[in-house]
């Protein structure tokens, strides 16, 4: 129990800190699981046309819903946990970082004008605020982390060594 809450914590943590190596390295993974979803909203969002949804079942489509919704959670769930982490590092809390709130604001923003608008400049405006989002979580794995000890825990061990606590088990 107590190693799945370790990892747990390891990818949806809040609390403490992680450095920009174990950031940079979680980037991709982020880039491509945004990818996947994206993919995943696009062939649902073909598959579910006027005509499919009267053949298909209530159920059926409940479920295509649900899966949608479960991937979304744990990608935002992945995704801010890793952004307040890495803003630990250099003593800041989520919100008093310019960076994450920046990320924060943009992301709602595009995601409101998704929803209510179809045209072309809403479009661009919504790819436009996602460049600048990616551009300011490149940008935290830039930033250096406070020596030593802070408001948020001790200084990252790199996460691929053991730490004292797991030697001793």
């Not at 747990?8 to 979680?26: D, E, M, P, V, Y």
């Not at 994206?38 to 059926?60: C, G, H, V, W, Y």
């Not at 590092?89 to 960076?99: R, T, V």
């Not at 604001?105 to 400049?121: C, D, P, Q």
């Amino acid at each position: 129990m107590n190693k799945l809450r370790r990892c747990w914590n390891f990818f949806f943590g809040f609390n403490g800190r992680i450095s920009r190596l174990h950031f940079a390295i979680f980037l991709p993974f982020l880039v491509i699981t945004f990818m996947a979803i994206n993919f995943l909203f696009f062939i649902f969002s073909k598959a579910i046309t006027p005509l499919s949804i009267q053949r298909s079942s209530t159920s059926e489509i409940i479920l295509v819903i649900a899966i949608l919704i479960v991937a979304v959670v744990f990608y935002l769930l992945l995704k801010y946990s890793h952004i307040a982490r890495r803003v630990h590092d250099y003593n800041k809390d989520f919100w008093g970082s310019k960076l994450s709130s920046t990320i924060v604001v943009f992301e709602v923003i595009a995601t409101i004008v998704s929803l209510n608008s179809k045209s072309e400049f809403a479009l661009l405006s919504v790819y436009l605020m996602g460049i600048i989002g990616l551009i300011c979580l490149i940008s935290l794995a830039f930033i250096k982390g406070t020596e030593g000890e802070n408001n948020f825990g001790p200084k990252p061990a790199p996460f691929w060594k053991k730490n004292n606590s797991t030697q001793q088990q």
